[in-house]
Each structure stands twice: as structure tokens, then as C-alpha cells.
């Protein structure tokens, strides 16, 4: 069975998550003690206790989503009674550092560490209020790309994730943003919805951020996954760490192509895609650009069985 891990980023966060795997397999709860560890404070009483302004935190959102992927990735080992051997991997942006971990390219409590660092270095990355994103639904890459030039001035405008054929987010200087987006929204053939963000990810004010994050790869240690990768940046697979960290860099700073690494998946002859985290996202998403190979979100214990026949060929 050739199937695709695959792992959300921000936005999927919610207060409580997980905690139905803490409860119920051993294997999750010792991947929140050890991401606890790994930070020097208790990140699992925030993601089961804290608000929803807390995990909004993106220093605290981004450790806390990978927790809980790799927390749903060992309950769903514990279900299957024995350890996944994917075809491939990838993550939607801060998701692609949990790929890295589930596929033992770096550490549990590297990967913690090095989410939180991420997180914090981009809510520093921009003062509040400079930068801004859009989501943009219903208009193509290429007409998206169009309005973004045209509203620029000279500024800064882009698209930071292209998530399917019609949902493209942008991502930039406040005034460009909010330039593209009204004249986006004039035309009246696509919906424009303002995120709540801490800062613009995924364009070019964040390259600084890059810098920094590529010094600290070189402080944790790496070794070959246990499959490819198919990174954000060029939607590739990718097994070499060399390789890995390029890419990591590149997508701080870079649109993450999501449509087109699902393509890549496909061409390479995946059968099917399982997300671990909380959410359903990137299923949603997998649905609008595959005609034929389905996903299956594994967020807590009772979305395991489904996933677990598809992987013993039931489904």
C-alpha cells in the first residue's frame, strides 16, 4: 500500500486538542511529556486548558500543532500495532517540520524546539499592523498573481499559499493586501476573507526569519528520513537533509504549493493520504484537487478505524 502521510499547519489549532489521545494511548501521552520537556514548560496544560487566545500565540501555536500530530501518529501506530511505513510525506507549512519529525529526520524535542523558535521569530518578524493576509476563494493562481503585481506599488504583495486550484492566499505589506483584495472583491467572482494572523508568512518581509532558522539547523541533528519529503517550496520529493534544509528555509519566505505537491504525490503513485493532527483541513483540500485518491484525517481515536481499513486494503 503506497500511502502519504500528511500534516496541517496554523490555523487548525483548538483548545482541548488532543486530549482524547493523551487519555487513551500511552505511546500520545509520552509525546506531550517529552515536547513538555523539550520547551521547559507545561505546553500540554495550554493546548488542554489554555483559551483560545492563548494557542493563537503563534510561538505557542506552532509546537503545539506538531505535538499533536505526532501525538495522533503514535496512537494510530498503537492502534495498527506497528510502526507506519509511508510512501511519502508533507506538511502544510509549519507542517512540514512535523514531516521532518515523523519521519525521523530530526528529533521530537528538536522539532519542538526549533517550531518554537519559528513561532517566535515570526511574531518579532514584522510590528504589528504592517503586514497583512488574505484568503481568496474562487479566482485562479495566475489572476491572483495579476491583482498582486498591480496593487504592489513598490511594496510588498504575493501569493503565500496556494492551497487548491481556486484557494490562493496572499500575503504582505497591509496596503498592497488590502489593494489586491478590494479589487479582488469587486470584480465579484471570488470571495475575500482577511486572516487574524500574527504576522504576513510565507513573502518576502519574513527572509530575515530564514536566515536565523537555517543558522539553528545547524545546532540539532539530522539524519535521512524515513521516506521522501515533498517540501512547500517546490512541491518535490526530497530525501537528502542538504536538500531538506534548503527547502526549509526557502518556504519561510516562499508560497507553499500545496496544490502542486499533492500532484507530485500522485504522479509518484500514491494510493491514498492519511492526516494526523487536529482537523481535517488539508482532506478538505486533497477533495478539491485529487479526482481519485481520498484522504482520511485521523484526529483522535474515533477516526481510527476508517484509516485503519483503508491501510489493511478494506476500503
Not at 536566515?211 to 524515513?226: C, G, Q, Y
Not at 518556504?251 to 509518484?268: A, C, D, G, Y
Request: charged residues 20%.
Amino acid at each position: 500500500m503506497k500511502y502519504s502521510l500528511i500534516f496541517p499547519g496554523q490555523g487548525a489549532q483548538r483548545p482541548g486538542m488532543g486530549k482524547d489521545l493523551y487519555n487513551k494511548f500511552e505511546a500520545s501521552r509520552s509525546v506531550f511529556e517529552e515536547s513538555d520537556e523539550a520547551l521547559g514548560f507545561k505546553l500540554s496544560d495550554i493546548i488542554f486548558e489554555g483559551t483560545k487566545e492563548d494557542l493563537m500565540k503563534t510561538a505557542i501555536t506552532q509546537p503545539a500543532i506538531l505535538t499533536v500530530s505526532i501525538a495522533a501518529l503514535r496512537g494510530f501506530e498503537s492502534a495498527y500495532g506497528k510502526k507506519l511505513e509511508p510512501f511519502l510525506a508533507a506538511g502544510h507549512s509549519l507542517g512540514e517540520y512535523t514531516a521532518l519529525v515523523a519521519t525521523g529526520a530530526i528529533s521530537l524535542s528538536d522539532g519542538a524546539r526549533l517550531v518554537h523558535l519559528r513561532g517566535t521569530l515570526m511574531q518579532e518578524a514584522v510590528p504589528a499592523g504592517v503586514g497583512a493576509m488574505s484568503a481568496i476563494v474562487g479566482m485562479n493562481v495566475e489572476e491572483v498573481v495579476a491583482f498582486c503585481k498591480e496593487a504592489a506599488q513598490g511594496e510588498i504583495c504575493e501569493a503565500a499559499n496556494i492551497n487548491s486550484q481556486e484557494q490562493i492566499v496572499i500575503s504582505g505589506h497591509k496596503g498592497p493586501v488590502d489593494r489586491a483584495s478590494a479589487a479582488i472583491g469587486l470584480t465579484g467572482r471570488a470571495k475575500v476573507v482577511p486572516l487574524r494572523v500574527s504576522a504576513p508568512f510565507h513573502c518576502e518581509l519574513l527572509r530575515p526569519v530564514g536566515a536565523k532558522l537555517r543558522d539553528e539547523f545547524e545546532n540539532i541533528t539530522w539524519t535521512s528520513p524515513s521516506c521522501p519529503i515533498v517540501t512547500n517550496a517546490a512541491a518535490k520529493a526530497v530525501q537528502d537533509v542538504g536538500t531538506l534544509k534548503e527547502a526549509l528555509y526557502m518556504q519561510t519566505f516562499s508560497p507553499v504549493l500545496w496544490m502542486q505537491s499533492v500532484l507530485e504525490m500522485e504522479r509518484k503513485g500514491t494510493e491514498g493520504y492519511i492526516e494526523l493532527g487536529t482537523g481535517s483541513v488539508l482532506s478538505g483540500l486533497i477533495r478539491k484537487i485529487s479526482k481519485s485518491k481520498r484522504p482520511y484525517p485521523v484526529t483522535g481515536p474515533e477516526d481510527l478505524e476508517v484509516a485503519l481499513e483503508f491501510l489493511r486494503g478494506g476500503v
